[in-house]
């Protein structure tokens, strides 16, 4: 049976990929964008199941209507997929409050907001599927990207919980953790704090290191998005790209291997 998708950030990258995954096989698809002129093309080739909607995520109003909108347009929901969300660079202390309250709004709060006005709609249906774009940098971190990583560490938080809390109800979570891919999310979507000369040396190190590394092609994850929502039992998190294991292989382990050697501290922080 065809699905019903709600995409956020369809304009490009992920998003559009995904919505045209799911519409060539003859899914629907409610897609948003600031811009609905970056989705003039999807309308002319998919006039039937392909709903443009206008939104900017950090409007719980507009999140809620949406969501409604979609709902009432196809007459159920099965796929909610939370991919807006942009990277803002810049090391802890160059940070503005300005910058970081932002970065929340879009990666956590708008993706908060769509999915609180979806839960009600899959819970009284019994079935649904809820897809949060997260990253390699919602397990991991690294230098640079201080905001992007609490914003994503944030997201993982409350979607395990939500996954536990809505499990009764037939209705799943995943967590899509990519690694590097050639989206604009360090390009032109991206927002940079002013830098601070002192960190010169290590941010030109790591730029260097970000532009050896291999990146993955996003056309090439349509196939893996349709695998994980056709599973009749899809996983929590799921890597996208070869990358993410080694990464979050070595962060675990020396998590781990530090939390032991520090265990007989902790046991006795405990008490008698």
Known sequence: M??????????????????????????????TARDLSTLDDLVAKYPSTFLPIQLDVTDRAGDFAAVRQTAERFGRLDVVVNNAGY??????????????????ETNVFGALWVTQAAVPILREQGSGHIIQVSSIGGISAFLNLGAYH??????????????????????????IEPGGFGTDWAGPSSKHATPNPAYDAAREATAAQRAKARSGDPAATRDAIL???????????IFLGEAPLAIATADYESRLALWRKWQPVSVAAQGD
Not at 14 to 25: I, N, Q, T, V
Not at 154 to 175: D, I, N, R, W
């Open 227 to 237: 695998a994980v929502v056709d599973a009749d039992e899809p996983p929590l998190r």
């Open 2 to 31: 065809s699905k019903v998708w709600f995409i956020t950030g369809v304009s490009r990258g992920f998003g559009r990929e995904w919505a045209l995954a799911a519409l060539e096989r003859g899914d629907s698809v409610a897609g």
């Open 150 to 175: 609490a914003s994503k560490w944030a997201l993982e938080g409350f979607s395990q919980s939500l996954a536990q809390e809505v499990a009764p109800f037939g209705v799943h979570v995943t967590l």
């Open 87 to 104: 990277g803002q660079f810049g090391m802890i202390e160059e940070l503005t409050e300005d910058e970081l309250r932002a970065q929340f």
